[in-house]
């Protein structure tokens, strides 16, 4: 028997993966919390491709121009707590949690977490 590996992506789709994001950043631009280091983003929906860009291609997707995404360089100095970025895994956990199967979410939600655990490794100060 031949195992096929299914890279998350082809699991999930682009337009999911688009939505998910689209959604999210809806939900953070709302949150009390988060809401201020989200709305004054100057060019929003540029923002969201690259960040539908980064977790496609995390997720083992191709793309003809991928987007270059510095995550730990993005967010020096943003005044990113332990506290906000447990709100932000919260709020992703939930985004995921309403548009996919719960294994599908959870998978994403693994791959978030590592983001959150990178940031916290060299971003959050205190």
């Given amino acids: 028997m031949v195992r096929k590996l299914e890279p998350l992506c082809d699991k999930i789709g682009y337009a ?5 994001v689209h959604d999210f950043y809806e939900r953070l631009r709302a ?3 988060l809401g201020p280091y989200f709305t004054g983003i100057p060019d929003k929906a540029a923002h969201e491709e690259k960040v539908i860009g980064y977790w ?3 997720m083992g997707g191709r793309m003809q121009e991928p987007p270059f995404v510095d995550m730990i360089g993005a967010h020096q100095g943003r005044g990113i707590t332990n506290r906000l970025l447990d709100r932000w895994l919260e ?3 939930a985004t995921v949690d309403a548009h996919l199967e719960p294994e599908l979410a959870e998978q994403w939600r693994q791959m978030a977490t590592a983001v959150g655990d990178k940031l916290r490794a060299n971003v959050v100060r205190g």
């Fill in 56 to 58: 496609w291609l995390a």
């Fill in 91 to 93: 709020l992703f956990g």
């Fill in 31 to 33: 949150d009390p919390e």
């Fill in 16 to 20: 999911r993966v688009a939505a998910v």
